[in-house]
């Protein structure tokens, strides 16, 4: 989630970017860094808030009326100096800031090296000025340089570029990441998002897949890549105000948030690489593991302890983390994973300082750079979801759920529970997963909102599931709680008969995730007692499962993804159902009453 700003016009550039840049630190980041232009390219970048930087760097103070400007999220190369954006080859001629991740960059890189060139910083980011040197050493032009050196790249990507050179234009290209191009009087922008545009113009044009835009202060050309057809768009004039922009159109940060899952997900585990390969070595090394966290994150934990039995063979213990101080133990073989969001819970940080103090080892998975779990662990694991605005948390869960799998794969395969041919099945599965969460969200979105509806005058929802179904349905009933006010119990269907079916009415509206595996039959017998006391069974599951549709009174059903994987999609049609009800009653979704983001007193 970095984002990208570019100017070129007739005013100073540095001023500009750095507004522009201001507008986009919501998306989160580690660095900063502005490249100018004006009889050279200068360049001022450095690690750590944009504000700290523009006091030590001066970053407003660049000359020249064309430039570009990026706040990074690190993915390849820890946040420093040398791996902040902008980029440069090693003439200093050509400056790049980039968007997403360059799948084949190793591979390029060495290329690139036996031909001479050296490079400074451990991203992805400089292969691509490298790449355009390249060509240009070549004979090729800018605009030709630059489409030849994306061709080049696999992976997903949103640049902007200078040539020393070429003075008075700017480059933009698009591919899966966002870009935007916008046009004032004489001066012309580039942005990853609409509110760094905002203070300079309101008109915009897209950038489309494999696009091209060259700006100068009176012109603009874009041109679609593949086919080389020059297009003409016509501007969009944007009415939003800047945190409508943020929202990209949706009505709620929450909304967006939901909808944001597959790719945060995606960019989770292109990015975990030998994070997970670290981690599984640390935790096979202790003999009592706790995976620790609050709320969402302990719901993550719970899924994490049954991936971790059924994949891995280990028994992990997961705890809530206000309780681990008073409840837990250990040794120097102890190890505990926190898991946060934020990086700041207060609890999670207490439960990680009573583990060191206890001679346990500690890691973290958090998904904030720099945050306070980060610096009191001994191993650093980042989710990479970007930014989430919304109190309520939703990213966070699938994000922590599919490194927690990823993880258990691992662990599986180390451990020796996972034979090769099994462990390379689920985790092409896994890989897959954006795809079968794009397709979930689009298939169940009506259903959701329809049930929804159905419920808005209920004051009791009861969520039942057994085995992974049942952190699933604990998670559930904390989106419902957070944002509609509802009631709502999460329980294992074994524990029915102790307490809850008491409470059971004719017309009492239950929600049973029926995920696959070997707790699914027994989960239909709980199903029927239920049924039997009059309840009204709104039943989740995957596609095929007649069985399930035999105890239902409303069938919402989830493609198919096996018992594993289950946590990634069943969760979407409970998090819509929650955003509905909100919705529906009146409430705002993303500022639950008496509820902050993160929780920094105990």
């Known amino acids: 989630m970095c984002g990208i700003i570019g100017y070129v016009g007739k005013r100073r550039a540095a ?25 050279r390219i200068w360049v001022r970048k450095d690690a750590g808030r944009l504000e700290e930087i523009e006091k030590r760097l001066k970053l407003s103070s660049l000359p020249g009326k064309v430039g570009i400007g990026h706040v990074r999220w690190a993915t390849h190369g820890s946040p420093s100096r040398k791996n902040a954006h902008p980029h440069l080859d090693d003439s200093g001629e050509v400056a790049v800031v980039h968007n997403g991740i360059i799948e084949n960059y190793l591979e390029l890189r060495e290329v690139l090296e036996r ?35 994306v061709r080049e790249l696999r992976g997903s990507l949103a640049i902007a570029v200078l040539y020393e050179r070429e003075p008075e234009k700017l480059i933009g290209v698009r591919r899966s990441s966002p870009l935007l191009v916008g046009r004032g009087e004489g001066e012309g922008f580039l942005a990853s998002d609409i509110p760094a545009l905002l203070p300079f113009t309101r008109r915009v044009i897209p950038l489309h897949e494999e696009e091209m835009a060259v700006l100068t202060p ?3 050309s874009l041109r679609h890549l593949p086919s080389g057809r020059e297009l003409r768009r016509r501007s969009v004039l944007v ?56 709320g969402t994150s302990y719901h993550a934990a719970v899924v994490g302890k049954y991936l971790l039995a059924k994949l891995a063979g280990l028994q992990a213990e997961a705890v809530v983390a206000s309780e681990f101080s008073e409840s837990c133990g250990g ?70 759920v599919a490194y927690l799998l990823l993880l258990s794969l691992r662990l599986g395969e180390e451990s020796g529970r996972l034979r090769g041919s099994e462990r390379r099945e689920l985790l092409s599965s896994l890989l897959r997963s954006p795809r079968l969460m794009e397709e979930t969200l689009r298939s169940t979105s009506p259903r959701s909102r329809e049930l929804a509806r159905g419920l808005l005058r209920e004051e009791h929802l009861y969520l039942v599931g057994r085995g992974l ?36 009415e004719r017309g009492t509206p239950v929600v049973a995730v029926a995920v696959p595996g070997e707790a699914r039959g027994r989960l239909m017998g709980n199903l029927e007692e239920m049924r039997a006391r009059g309840a009204r069974m709104i039943v989740l599951a995957e596609e095929g499962d007649e069985e399930s549709r035999r105890h239902a009174d409303v069938l919402v059903r989830v493609p198919r993804t096996g018992e594993f994987l289950s946590p990634l999609t069943f969760i979407l049609p409970l998090q819509l159902l929650a955003y ?7 409430l705002d979704p993303d500022r639950p009453r008496s509820l902050a983001k993160s929780v920094t007193v105990e």
């Not at 292969?127 to 050493?137: D, E, G, Q």
């Not at 030998?274 to 981690?279: A, F, G, S, T, W």
């Not at 604990?474 to 409470?503: Q, R």
């Not at 509905?580 to 009146?586: A, C, P, Q, W």
Request: hydrophobic share 40%; glycine share 10%; net charge neutral.
């Open 239 to 294: 009415r939003w105000t800047a945190e409508m922009a943020e929202k990209e159109g949706y009505p709620h940060f929450t909304l967006k948030e939901i909808l944001e899952q597959p790719r945060a997900v995606e960019e989770t585990l292109r990015g975990a690489g030998k994070e997970v390969e670290r981690l599984s070595r640390f935790l096979l090394r202790a003999e009592h593991l706790y995976l620790v966290g609050c």
């Open 15 to 39: 001023p500009l970017l750095l507004e522009g840049l201001r507008r986009l630190e919501y998306r989160g980041y580690d660095s900063a860094g502005i490249a100018t232009l004006e009889g």
């Open 469 to 504: 179904g049942y952190p699933i349905a604990m998670e559930g009933a904390l989106k419902v709680k957070e944002i509609s006010y509802l009631h709502a119990e999460a329980l294992a269907g074994g524990e029915l008969k102790h307490g809850t079916l008491a409470l059971l």
């Open 580 to 586: 509905h009800l909100s919705v529906g009653r009146g």
């Open 331 to 400: 040794n120097g073989r102890m190890a505990l994973l926190a898991i946060t969001q934020s990086g700041e819970t207060a609890d999670v940080l207490r439960a990680v300082r009573t583990a060191r103090a206890l001679g346990g080892r500690v890691a973290c998975l958090t998904n904030v750079l720099g945050s306070s779990v980060t610096r009191e662990s001994q191993l650093v694991c980042y989710t990479r979801a970007g930014p989430e605005v919304s109190v309520v948390a939703t990213k966070t869960f699938t994000s922590q």
């Open 115 to 149: 031909k001479g060139h050296r490079f400074v910083s451990e991203t992805d980011t400089e292969v691509i000025p490298h790449l355009i040197s390249h060509f240009l050493r070549r004979g090729e032009g800018l605009e030709r340089s630059v489409e030849r050196a």
């Open 218 to 220: 009176s012109s603009l």
